[in-house]
């Protein structure tokens, strides 16, 4: 099967450039001024951007919750996904009770995702049992195409927590295997003593979620984490950064060319913590961690972006439904489970508050939404990249679309979406996987199921360009 796109503007993590697109075998096999070879099917994207499918290097599909016996939405909602533009997820793979890290990762890619998942994905490993297996594993995981490993140094008292050595001693074995260290970096203690504190003083509604991990608590595990990195010569990789002062150490560490790696997510780039005042209880929709900030933290995301010191952009997609699951914390915030849902919506949502604001260029669109999630993850250059050899993940994109967002025009899996209401800049119009039209006119048309696992490469030869 052979695809043409035609009268297209191509833009990449470097440039922009008229050209046409020819396709062939899931592949781009030509890029030129001007195709005029026969083809199959033929797209005019006169008038449209054309760039390679979006990467979302974090999301949580049918994975388990802070509230530790709870499960999030799974790949049924992968159609919507696609809809918006993004083409491959990296997702995360807990542990399942009782099984080990390459188990669940198998368990997942052949029964979780099989037959239902409608993106590309690779997957990171993620520790929920602490235990000496985690390190039997540990050089196993490259080889089986997942050179990633997430921690998480806050929710302690859930199945997610680990503790400073166990993130110590990955630190110190993964550069040997091919392995980053992914981490959610908050200081677990002082949010326990915080919650209780609050809850205390009858301070149980979802807006106190922020107060009980102000940015110091971040920035604390921020700089620790970077901390233990530096001891043992390992790259980092800091998840959702969402404030000023961790994005000074990671920016501080950079200066010093440590291998220090960070990530922005879109909700802590377009909302403040004011949705959690929402009446209602609608405020538990908007509880995350970290928590949403205020705009002086968003103004310094954006210029940490521009300036290379955060180098993606991802959506933290969790699904978790309102009317049963939020409700857990009605009577306490510490009790509502953490995550909103976003991977629909992270394309328009960037471009329409980034590019559309003049915030960060179009290249750097490409770059932190495709390009670099892709080398981190050792999936470039098959993904992220428009390119000769490369798969045919493309969106074609309409600049002039102007809409809201609707919950009913592209429903996510759960029961709201967080930028219900909000303006929508441009719109992913028409979206290829592997050469396949899947999205027309901003509509999933392909078959569930059609997503494939593709392994990951370790990241290590990449950091000198990152
Ligand atoms: O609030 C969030 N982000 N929940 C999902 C799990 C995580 O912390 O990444
Ligand atoms: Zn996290
Ligand atoms: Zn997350």
């Not at 696609?82 to 995360?92: E, H, K, R, S």
């Not at 908050?186 to 509604?205: C, H, P, R, W």
């Not at 220090?260 to 405020?283: I, K, M, N, Q």
């Not at 997609?317 to 409700?327: D, P, Q, R, T």
Request: overall charge negative.
């Amino acid at each position: 099967m052979s695809t043409l796109i035609k009268n297209g503007c191509i833009l990449t993590a470097e440039n922009e450039y008229q050209a046409d697109i020819f396709i062939e075998n899931e592949k781009i096999s030509m890029i030129a001024d001007s195709i005029n070879l026969a083809a199959d099917t033929v797209i005019d994207a006169k008038g449209k951007y054309v760039f390679p499918g979006g990467i979302d290097q974090h999301t949580h599909f049918d994975a388990l919750c802070n509230s530790g016996d709870e499960n999030t939405s799974g790949y049924e909602a992968t159609g919507s996904v696609i809809a918006g533009g993004t083409t491959t997820i990296v997702d995360y793979a807990p542990q399942d009770p009782g099984c080990g890290l390459i188990d669940s990762i198998d368990r997942r890619i052949n029964e979780r995702a099989k037959g239902l998942i409608a993106v590309d994905f690779a997957l990171h490993a993620l520790v929920t049992e602490v235990s000496d297996k985690i390190f039997d594993e540990l050089p196993l995981l490259a080889a089986h195409g997942v050179p990633s490993i997430k921690l998480f140094m806050a929710y302690k008292g859930s199945p997610l927590y680990v503790d400073d050595g166990t993130l110590y001693k990955t630190l110190q074995m993964s550069t040997e295997y091919g392995v980053t260290v992914f981490v959610h970096a908050e200081n677990a203690d002082i949010i326990n003593l915080m919650q209780k504190q609050l809850v205390s003083e009858g301070k149980t509604e979802p807006k106190y979620h922020a107060d009980s991990r102000p940015p110091f608590v971040e920035a604390e595990a921020t700089q620790r984490a970077i901390l233990l990195a530096r001891a043992v010569n390992a790259p980092i990789h800091i998840v959702h950064v969402s404030c000023k002062e961790a994005l000074d150490a990671i920016r501080d560490a950079r200066s010093q060319n440590l291998p220090v790696f960070a990530e922005s997510v879109t909700h802590h780039l377009v909302l403040t913590r004011e949705e959690l005042e929402r009446p209602d209880f609608e405020g538990a929709k908007y509880v995350c961690s970290p928590p949403l900030r205020d705009n002086s933290h968003i103004d310094a995301l954006w210029e940490g972006l521009r300036n290379n010191w955060l180098q993606t952009i991802s959506s933290d997609h969790c699904g978790i439904n309102f009317k049963v699951m939020k409700h857990f914390g009605d009577d306490d915030f510490s009790q509502i489970p953490n995550g909103s849902p976003g991977a629909a919506d992270r394309m328009h949502m960037i471009w329409t508050n980034g590019v559309a604001k003049g915030k960060i260029s179009r290249q750097r669109f490409v770059e932190v939404t495709s390009t670099n999630p892709a080398k981190i993850n050792g999936i470039y250059p098959r993904k992220g990249q428009i390119g000769v050899g490369a798969d045919a993940d493309i969106v074609i994109f309409d600049p002039e679309y102007r809409g809201v967002v609707k919950f009913s025009d592209n429903p996510n899996g759960v029961d709201y979406n967080v930028y219900e209401g909000r303006e929508q800049i441009g719109r992913s119009e028409k979206v290829l996987l592997r050469g396949k039209l899947v999205v027309d006119n901003g509509k999933f048309i392909g078959e569930m199921g059609q997503g494939q696992f593709i392994p990951g490469k370790p990241f290590g030869s990449c950091y000198q360009n990152l």
